[in-house]
């Protein structure tokens, strides 16, 4: 994630607002966001509806056990429209902000 804050300006120019999603509750959200100073939107989901309407439950992988979301990116257009997937099993493995901006080009 700071890859991505750090390309913020470049995501702004490209049309594109980041936003992250995990189970963690609002609290810890606000508390990451506060101790990394992301700017961008960082969303809870602590009952899992919207990770799961994504199929983005990655269960038992966490912290003793704990469901979290599988990492993942999505483009997502004006529309409401997933326009692009990047799906990962890796925690540690995701899109660098050049091969989203590369596929946000390319999607124009």
């Not at 700071?2 to 120019?13: A, N, Q």
């Not at 607002?17 to 995990?22: F, K, M």
């Amino acid at each position: 994630m700071r890859s991505i804050e750090g390309s913020l300006s470049k995501f702004k120019e490209a049309g594109i607002r980041p936003v992250a999603i995990s189970v963690d509750s609002p609290e810890q959200s606000r508390n990451l966001a506060q101790q990394q100073s992301y700017t961008f939107p960082l969303l809870s989901d602590p009952n899992t509806e919207v990770i799961q309407r994504y199929d983005l439950m990655h269960e038992g992988a966490g912290d003793n056990g704990q469901d979290v979301a599988r990492p993942a990116e999505f483009l997502v257009d004006s529309s409401g429209t997933v326009r692009w997937i990047n799906l990962t099993e890796n925690y540690w493995v995701r899109a660098r902000p050049e091969q989203v901006l590369e596929v946000a080009n390319l999607l124009k």
